[in-house]
């Protein structure tokens, strides 16, 4: 089966630190790039960080998130240290066109969420 799934939310007090994971599977990981997004009640979801020819990341994030993808585990994940009342919201993982995506294929997919709540 095609999907993505995310772990590792959860709550944790200001300043603290989670990882989140995202695992691919039913297809061939080493073909796309990927990002994670994030999306609070009453906001469009936005993009945190990107990883493929390059690693982009959101400027209110820079310097205390780190994206990382393992292709022998087809996993992504997202450190997040020094965390802030601004981050709450529910993460996304997105599978996104790399390299070795074949022309005419819809590339974009996402994983149905972890949910990241600060509070102390």
């Known amino acids: 089966q095609v999907q993505l799934v995310e772990s590792g939310g959860g709550l944790v007090h200001p300043g603290g630190s989670l990882n989140l994971t995202c695992k691919a599977s039913?297809?061939?990981?080493?073909?796309?790039?990927m990002s994670w997004y994030r999306q609070s009640p009453g906001k469009e979801r936005e993009l945190v960080a990107s990883i493929g020819s390059r690693i982009d990341y959101a400027d209110s994030v820079k310097g205390r998130f780190t994206i990382t993808r393992d292709t022998a585990w087809k996993t992504g994940t997202l450190q997040m240290n020094d965390l802030r009342p601004e981050d709450p919201a529910v993460y996304y993982c997105k599978r996104d066109r790399g390299l070795g995506t074949l022309p005419g294929v819809d590339a974009d997919l996402w994983g149905k969420g972890s949910l990241v709540i600060v509070s102390s």
């Open positions: 039913g297809f061939v990981f080493n073909y796309y790039f």
